[in-house]
């Protein structure tokens, strides 16, 4: 599971860069576990639940005049705490509705993004200064607060005074003249207690890290655990800043150098990635899959994580290859490439649509080696003759935790028994596709979370009952390149958010030897 989203940084240097939207959302195919869908932040009370009200987002007094940037992104957040909506498949469409300048999408886009990423410590700051509390505010009144506190704290390029301003005009046209004055008091009343936020001193490392960084509890007490306070603060803070744009070259098309060398030539800041030879990091460069390169099929958006994959898996021309849960084909097409496009690739996915989405990334990347298919991952081994594959690719189903810079409403959405439920699922799928391993042949199990009990432990449980089958990820290519920075995990790769500023990602190369 993996995406490509984008854009500048904000730690210390606040801006309202865009974010690259689009991603697929967090539960997407790969024989799913359906996990809670609940809204953002704090739950509003009955009587005010209702999104749709006069009062309510997408409402308005004002007749003809064409949404804001900021009442659109209003609308997001409103639909996103009530409805579970994804905001990242919402926010597309709304600015795909909207007449937003570009300059006014990328406001939209981080004030969406940063909103939600930076719940629990706006949620924080508002219970000090709203008298009856966040939780008893109409939704939309709620969020019209979230987004303009975010603004004063973290948009350094928004001024104060115009984020009160536009706040206040907006509170005036959906609502009357109370609110307006509540929303005023309120956002001046934070204006002057400069910075925000004041934590008390007695404050445990969990709950401080929690606020601080605006993480889940139960998620920062679970990652003290697995990696210790610093590292949890690091993975937090890291997870706050918006995400790399990274494209991967299709090297039977073009060599990474010659593609760098166009995209300088065309006023691009892109540099070689660090951790990935296939890798290409771009600054300020727009969306890339917009780009003459991207229909041409030079490159697919990728995360830098994501791209180390098909190479742990190394498969070699003439190959018969299992990609078990391959959508949306980022993986599929990077190992069809390594191939130089000699051989199969069978690319299975769960939902028959995003089984396409493969087959049109192949065409797109001129690759005649993958062969789509739609089943569960648990009934390939009834589909295909046991022991029939050189190379397989298990990316399993997973909780996401490794995404969260993408996706940030996805932390919010999840809880402990989440994870519990799907690593007894990547369990079963794990030894299950296992038996269509030849002899010699190799095996690789990825995901894009960082939860041990997802990671290391299924590779672990998995090894001791398969004696057959022995690990060999710290003898690949990979492991070298990133020795001294990712960690050994079980028999595994783990990367984390803040190693490289890319996806948290964990892979295991493990060889079938009976």
């Not at 689009?22 to 539960?27: E, K, L, M, T, V």
């Not at 660090?274 to 390169?293: D, E, M, Q, R």
């Not at 909780?399 to 919010?412: H, N, Y």
């Not at 009990?453 to 060999?472: H, I, K, M, R």
Request: glycine share 10%; net charge neutral; proline share 5%.
């Amino acid at each position: 599971m993996s995406g490509g989203g984008n854009s500048a940084g904000r730690n210390g240097q606040r801006g309202h860069s865009p974010r690259q939207s689009g991603n697929r959302p967090p539960d997407v195919g790969k024989a799913a576990v359906a996990g809670k869908t609940v809204g953002a932040g704090k739950v509003a009370t009955a009587g005010n639940a209702t999104a749709g009200n006069a009062n309510g987002a997408g409402s308005g007094k004002g007749g003809g005049k064409p949404a804001s940037a900021r009442e659109v992104a209003l609308d997001v957040l409103v639909r996103v705490e009530q409805q579970g909506a994804y905001s990242n498949l919402l926010l597309n469409s709304s600015l795909q509705k909207s007449s937003l300048s570009r300059e006014d999408t990328g406001l939209a886009t981080e004030l969406v993004y940063g909103t939600i990423s930076r719940m629990n410590t706006l949620d924080e700051v508002l219970e000090e200064f709203v008298s009856k509390g966040i939780a008893k505010l109409q939704p939309w009144v709620r969020n019209l607060l979230r987004l303009s506190l975010y603004q004063i704290m973290y948009l350094d390029r928004v001024p104060s005074h115009a984020a009160v301003n536009e706040a206040v005009n907006i509170a005036k046209k959906r609502g009357h003249q109370g609110i307006s004055g509540m929303v005023n008091g309120v956002l001046r009343s934070a204006l002057r207690a400069g910075d925000l936020p004041v934590l008390p001193e007695n404050l445990g490392p969990a709950k401080r890290i929690s606020i601080r960084h605006s993480h889940p509890l139960w998620l920062v007490k679970r990652w003290i655990d697995e990696y210790g306070v610093e590292t949890a603060e690091a993975m937090c803070a890291s997870n706050n800043q918006p995400p790399a744009v990274s494209v991967r070259v299709n090297t039977t098309m073009i060599s990474r150098e010659r593609l760098l060398e166009k995209m300088t030539a065309e006023g691009l800041q892109a540099s070689p990635s660090k951790i990935s030879p296939f890798g290409i990091v771009i600054k300020g460069g727009g969306n890339p899959a917009l780009t003459s390169w991207y229909r041409d099929g030079y490159l697919s958006v990728q995360d830098e994580s994501s791209m180390l994959v098909a190479e742990v898996v190394a498969p070699e021309p003439g190959m018969k290859v299992l990609d078990c849960c391959a959508a949306p084909g980022g993986k599929t097409s990077h190992m069809g490439e390594l191939m130089k496009d000699e051989g199969t690739i069978h690319a299975n996915d769960l939902h028959p649509h995003k089984a396409a989405l493969i087959a049109d990334q192949a065409q797109r990347l001129g690759l005649e080696c993958v062969v789509t298919g739609s089943a569960d991952a648990l009934d390939l081994e009834q589909r295909f003759e046991p022991g029939s594959f050189d190379r397989i690719l298990l990316d399993a189903p997973c909780s996401g935790l490794g995404v969260i810079r993408r996706k940030p409403d996805l932390k919010w959405r999840k809880q402990p028994e989440d994870i519990e439920s799907v690593s007894a699922l990547q369990r079963q799928l794990l030894q299950s596709v296992s038996r269509l391993l030849k002899p010699g042949g190799v095996l690789v199990y990825s995901t894009c979370t960082t939860e041990k009990a997802e990671n290391g432990e299924v590779v672990t449980s998995f090894l001791e009952q398969n004696p057959d089958f022995t690990p060999l990820t710290f003898s690949s290519e990979v492991w070298k390149r990133l020795e001294g920075t990712a960690l050994a995990a079980g028999e595994g790769i783990q990367l984390l958010p803040h190693h490289y500023g890319s996806d948290g990602f964990y892979i295991a190369r493990l060889q079938r030897i009976l």
